[in-house]
């Protein structure tokens, strides 16, 4: 294989791999990003690297500042308040869209990636599912075929896989895997009613699974309290 070819196969392996552990994670929110160590790891020089650097800061990613490293972009109430206000809105219509517009290819996709999903809840892979949940509704997104809700869409993932994250980093317990259940029976309906066009199906689905959503991240922040002792 020649240069020519092999630097943008490394190119997105890197891009693949830092979308994975931001999503994840691996590297938290305000994380610094050695660019010299990026370039030794998958082989490239600074430039290509750079260039990925403000693709991913385009997206939402990665903050860039003058005179300042690459750094993970943050998280705070406000983000996530901000998610919570906006997400409905985008996720629903994201769904509808994808209902009109998707090509029997692209559905495919989408069912390959569920198969991976399911099988990262079976596995208790916490990771797997974070991850894979950010490629089913990114997969959606790209169905929409607009090109003013995918970057939103795009952007409202990178905080919604990492909500998902802390939450799940913690133990599995009966409750949060009949959340997890419920989530994977739901990324079915929506291949279901996607299939057959249904649009106000897969919005109302879309719907119900950013509540699912919600009331996840509710229950972590704000958990029933322990029961007094008994004197």
Known sequence: MNAEVAIPDR??????TLRRRILTMQLPPGAVLDEVALSEEFGLSRPPVRELMRQMAGEGYIELEANRAARVSSMSYNSLRDFFLLAPMIYITANK???E???????EVLREIQRAFRKAVDDCDVEGRVFYNDQFHRQIGEMAHNVYVVPSLRRLQIDHARIG???YQHPNT???QEELELASAQHD???EVIERRDA??????????????RRNMAMYAAPEGLQAPTL
């Open 11 to 16: 190119k997105s392996s890197l891009e693949l």
């Open 200 to 213: 106000e199906a897969s919005g109302e689905l879309a719907r119900l699974h950013i509540e699912l959503s």
């Open 97 to 99: 869209l994808a209902a």
């Open 101 to 107: 517009n998707r090509t029997t290819a692209e559905l």
């Open 174 to 176: 009966p409750r949060m």
């Open 189 to 191: 309906e929506m291949i």
């Open 165 to 167: 994250k802390i939450f």
